[in-house]
Nanobody, 115 residues
Framework: HVQVVETGGGPVQPGGSLRFSCAASGRIFSNKNLGWYRQAPGKQRELVATISIGGNIYYADSVNGRFTISRDSASNTLYLQMNSLKPDDTAVYYC?????????WGQGTQVTVSS
């Protein structure tokens, strides 16, 4: 049974920071390009950031300069450091392969940015 678990969400004020972690069972993320995605209320899920096996990184324009994606291959864990959060960052955040595998969507972790 494949399990992907995202943690680290919660309420935060504008300008605040959060750090997400994503752990996957087995080795489904090993030696794969990975990504963070988010889905805001009433919107489609969108790509936030990706990191390749070789460490190449991509950020969506909306988060570039504020978010940092990283991975720990030894522990098969993916991270997302989010700084200078804005209300527009409010969403459920997910991790998955890049491109995503349908069966590997977890429950996500909710971030609400509000004063």
């Amino acid at each position: 049974h494949v399990q992907v678990v995202e943690t680290g969400g919660g309420p935060v004020q504008p300008g605040g920071s959060l750090r997400f972690s994503c752990a996957a069972s087995g080795r489904i993320f090993s030696n794969k390009n990975l990504g963070w995605y988010r889905q805001a209320p009433g919107k489609q899920r969108e790509l936030v950031a990706t990191i390749s096996i070789g460490g190449n990184i991509y950020y969506a324009d909306s988060v570039n300069g504020r978010f940092t994606i990283s991975r720990d291959s030894a522990s098969n864990t993916l991270y997302l450091q989010m700084n200078s959060l804005k209300p527009d960052d409010t969403a459920v955040y997910y991790c998955n392969r890049q491109p995503p595998t349908p069966n590997y969507w977890g429950q996500g972790t909710q971030v609400t940015v509000s004063s």
